[in-house]
């Protein structure tokens, strides 16, 4: 007797954003945002030379305060690459013709992995996984909304298919993404973090003086003061970061696992 198997559906990139603060809007301005995600995603992936690709997007659908698609494999060199900076040129443009409006700010998350038409599967239960990650919402709480409005998360899977393929990504190369360990729930995965216009090895806010003003960082507590640390020219390794100022945080201790500038060696 032959044995029984069933083939492995299509691989899917599937791409997901979130907005920040949008349970802050009123349900008017909730319903336009939602509209305007979708014609924000359009523009910045015509931009890259996707919009016929978007066009034909899989199992698209709003997510309440954000959207998600599934998008052939092959064009994940282009969102990895090209499109964070794409998406944050759009939303720049999106805030100088709303000026009465907060700034729209967009978490942004990349997996890839087999998926029915449907788009119901693991791959899928993942890249809402990522998108819920406290460094990924930290980084637009803690960043000025009128210049960072970006922060993208990839999965170590894409990650590898991309950077190990040696295809070309624009000018977003693997040192722009800093390691992390999410782990979010029963998931707990390697990712990779992304802010366009960020260079991770600037990023120990020891070496900077906290704005007057700045708050805490969203569900990060304060904790007693603690020595400031350096980044070492060396190996990674974890990272304690400190503010000071009215009002600002005045310690943070936990290890978030990350890796500097691209691969660890």
């Not at 977003?172 to 260079?199: C, I, M, N």
């Not at 003003?213 to 350096?230: D, Q, V």
């Not at 070492?232 to 503010?243: C, D, K, L, Q």
Request: aromatic letters at 8%; charged letters at 20%.
């Amino acid at each position: 007797m032959t044995p029984s198997w069933e083939a492995l559906w299509p691989y899917r990139a599937v791409l997901a954003v979130d907005a920040r603060n949008f349970s802050a809007h009123t349900s008017k301005v909730m319903q336009q945002v939602n509209s305007d995600i979708q014609q924000l995603l359009a523009r910045a992936l015509t931009t890259i030379g996707l919009s016929g690709r978007w066009e034909r997007r899989m199992f698209g659908q709003h997510t309440g305060d954000g959207y998600v698609a599934g998008l052939d494999p092959e064009v994940l060199p282009g969102l990895v690459g090209c499109f964070p900076d794409a998406l944050r040129e759009v939303l720049s443009t999106w805030r100088t013709k709303h000026p009465g409006q907060p700034p729209l700010q967009l978490r942004v998350s990349i997996h890839v992995g087999p998926l029915p038409a449907s788009g119901l599967g693991v791959p899928m239960v993942h890249t809402h996984r990522l998108l819920d990650d406290q460094a990924l919402r930290s980084l637009l709480a803690r960043a000025n909304p009128e210049i960072t409005n970006t922060a993208v998360i990839i999965s170590q899977r894409v990650y590898e298919d991309v950077f190990d393929s040696g295809c070309a990504t624009g000018e977003t190369v693997d040192q722009r993404y800093s390691r992390r360990l999410v782990k979010v729930k029963t998931f707990e995965q390697p990712a990779w973090l992304h802010v366009p216009g960020l260079d991770w090895r600037l990023a120990d806010p020891a070496i900077f003086e906290s704005p007057k003003g700045t708050l805490p960082i969203e569900g990060l507590p304060a904790a007693p003061r603690l020595a400031a640390t350096t980044l070492a020219e060396a190996a990674p390794t974890n990272v304690t970061f400190n503010s000071s100022g009215d009002h600002a945080i005045h310690g943070y201790d936990q290890t978030i696992h990350n890796t500097f500038g691209g691969r660890q060696q």
